[in-house]
């Protein structure tokens, strides 16, 4: 009888000194809202003539432009902001080693449509020496080719000058298609 007190005495012993993990509570699901949902920022920047505002976005090892502005304002959540920036100069690098500078009184970076647009008047200047003018120019990060609009002249270092209200085109300006 001993024997099975004692048996039972060391049971419960060791029961004691190995308890059981607690329970662990079940997984939230989804993703908590404060985590969803950023607050929107709101940045401004001036730059001066020595040191404008700068902007390069790249594609890889590849620029795909860099943005030149006297000053920005710059709203919305990260990741989904639209920046507007003021007396702008943009230089488009092609894939194929093209490039094309564009000024404009304003350009708005737009990160949810996924566009660089130049308004108010754009002059732009190919590397091949093609000359565009347009009201509205649109650069779509996604197609990498541009859309213009509104009193469009395209001017070719031959003299050939095309007239149109929009156009479409790659960042070379040698394929386009004008309307």
Known sequence: MRLRLAGA???MALAACNPQA????????GTPAAARTQPPLH?????????????????HNRIEYELIASS????????????VFQNSTVTFHGSDGSTMTARAPQAIVDET?????????????SSSGVILQCDTLEY?????????????????????????????????LTHITMR
């Open 72 to 83: 920005f304002e710059s709203r919305g959540p990260q990741g989904r902001t639209r920046a």
């Open 113 to 125: 449509a996924n566009t660089l647009t130049l308004l108010n008047g754009v002059v732009a200047h």
């Open 140 to 172: 779509d990060h996604t197609t990498q080719m541009l859309h213009g609009k509104g009193n469009v002249t395209i001017v070719e270092p031959n003299g050939f000058k095309g007239t149109g209200s929009s156009f479409d085109s790659d960042i070379s």
């Open 43 to 59: 940045i401004t920047g001036h730059g001066t003539a020595k040191q404008p505002v700068r902007i390069v976005r790249q594609i």
């Open 9 to 11: 005495v060391l049971a």
């Open 22 to 29: 607690p329970k662990t509570a079940a997984a939230p699901t």
